[in-house]
Nanobody, 126 residues
């Protein structure tokens, strides 16, 4: 069982930056591939970014590529999402997710993640 707790969401102006954190309770954090998703009101949950167990591989959704960076600190059991050049369309609840894996690879599908956090609200004003 893994518990995930996101933090760092807040109201920010367009063009600004935020860093989201997600702390995990997992005993062996390095066994998990991690991801960030977001969901805006009235929309489906959208893939944002993913990172492999050791951090070797990352992958981004097209809408955030070049602006967001996912990273992880395995010593702190934490995954981060650095968000730069924020736009109003980035407004959403952001969720982190974890999936135990044997392989060093990323997980991209919403349905492929077993564990989810409760979400943190990011609001970007124009």
């Amino acid at each position: 069982q893994v518990q995930l707790v996101e933090s760092g969401g807040e109201l920010v102006q367009a063009g600004g930056s935020l860093r989201l954190s997600c702390a995990a309770s997992a005993r062996t954090f390095t066994n998990y591939a991690l991801g960030w998703f977001r969901q805006a009101p009235g929309k489906e949950r959208e893939f944002v970014a993913a990172i492999s167990r050791s951090g070797t591989y990352t992958y981004y959704g097209d809408s955030v590529k070049g602006r967001f960076t996912i990273s992880r600190d395995n010593a702190k059991n934490t995954v981060y999402l650095q968000m730069n050049s924020l736009k109003p369309e980035d407004t959403a609840v952001y969720y982190c997710a974890a999936q135990p894996l044997f392989r060093e690879t990323v997980v991209l599908g919403f349905g492929q993640y077993e564990y989810w956090g409760q979400g943190t609200q990011v609001t970007v004003s124009s």
